[in-house]
């Protein structure tokens, strides 16, 4: 019985994917201090970056409100999460399930419908995968909402934005996407779905050509939000 027991232990032994330490059984990818250091920092619920109290909008958002409801991501962009966020984008995309239970935990109000951001065919065969494309599906499976994959469509292949300067991430993105025909009936609810979200540029230039039909909300979820460069 004991060798059993050892046998199935060992089977189910696995380590953190960020310190290789053995996992206790019952976690499920990351150990608990692991976890714990990617609690996210109090942050505006809309906008997602960092505001003392957790408010509904910063100054920022009322000043100059973004064309989306809310955004929730994991946590920010720091150790240990941007780690694990690379792994998945460079050639980990197994890691979608567990970074999409971790994601679904954090959804109060899920969306009727997600929209993965697209990629264009072309860096898709380099990469062999869109990530947000594989977090989308499997956001989609934890919280039984259906994937629209064809709805928005990258039309540009543009050169990645966390490689440019603000100004040059908003004319690369402005015309690099199109919407095909909506959905029908149309979902009052979306949520677009993207990895990391930065400067925002992409998400609200798909909020832009979403807002043309008569969307009562769309929501942006996220792996992480990192503060735009300055
Ligand atoms: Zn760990
Ligand atoms: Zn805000």
New binding site residues.
């Given amino acids: 019985m004991t060798a059993w027991r050892d046998t199935i232990h060992n089977l189910r032994q696995r380590d953190c994917y960020l310190c290789h330490q053995p996992l206790h059984p019952l976690d499920d990818f990351c150990c608990e201090t692991c976890i714990n250091w990617c609690r996210p920092l109090p942050h505006?619920q809309?906008?997602g970056?960092l505001?003392a109290g957790n408010p509904t909008?910063?100054g920022?958002?009322l000043s100059e409100p973004p064309l989306w409801q809310q955004l929730t991501a994991i946590s920010h962009y720091a150790f240990p999460l941007d780690r694990l966020v690379a792994q998945f984008k460079q050639h980990q995309p197994g890691l979608a399930k567990p970074l999409a239970q971790w994601l679904a935990a954090k959804i109060d109000s899920p969306a009727e419908l997600l929209l993965p951001v697209p990629m264009h065919w072309r860096r898709r065969l380099e990469r062999g995968y869109n990530q947000s494309d594989l977090l989308a599906h499997e956001l989609g499976k934890q919280l039984r909402i259906p994937v629209a994959r064809h709805w928005l469509k990258r039309t540009q292949h543009t050169a990645p934005q966390q490689t440019l300067a603000r100004k040059a991430r908003l004319s690369n993105v402005k015309t690099a996407f199109m919407a095909n025909a909506p959905p029908q009936p149309l979902p009052r609810h979306v949520a677009i779905v993207d990895d990391i979200v930065t400067t925002g540029t992409t998400v609200a230039t798909l909020c832009k050509l979403l807002s043309k039909q008569k969307i009562e909300r769309i929501d942006i979820y996220c792996l992480c939000r990192t503060p735009p460069p300055k």
Avoid: D, N, P
């Fill in positions: 505006c809309r906008c970056l505001a909008q910063c920022r958002c």
